[in-house]
């Protein structure tokens, strides 16, 4: 059974920082791309970051320069460090793993960000 557990948010003042974490088990967690994912309310589900098998890395353009995304194969886990957070980053943030045609998520965490 495949199991994605995403943990570290919580409310913060503008400026602040939160890491996220995200647990998987139930998987070859090397051999997955681990993606975030957030949905504010009334919005879509849009991608933050991806980081691939090899280690490269993509952001969402909104969040470049304040958010890095990591993994730790050995722990079977995927980080992401957000810093200079702002209102509008407040939201449901996902954890996702996928290879080839298999997508799993997490229940999701959520990050309220105050002004």
């Known amino acids: 059974q495949v199991q994605l557990v995403e943990s570290g948010g919580g409310l913060v003042q503008a400026g602040g920082s939160l890491r996220l974490s995200c647990a998987a088990s139930g998987i070859i967690f090397s051999i997955h791309s681990m993606g975030w994912y957030r949905q504010a309310p009334g919005k879509q589900r849009e991608l933050v970051a991806i980081?691939?098998?090899?280690?490269?890395?993509n952001y969402a353009d909104s969040v470049k320069g304040r958010f890095t995304i990591s993994r730790d194969n050995a722990q079977n886990t995927a980080y992401l460090q957000m810093n200079s957070l702002k209102p509008e980053d407040t939201a449901v943030y996902y954890c996702?793993?996928?290879?080839?045609?298999?997508?799993?998520w997490g229940q999701g965490t959520q990050v309220t960000v105050s002004s």
């Open positions: 996702s793993a996928a290879r080839d045609r298999s997508n799993y």
């Open positions: 980081i691939t098998t090899g280690g490269s890395t």
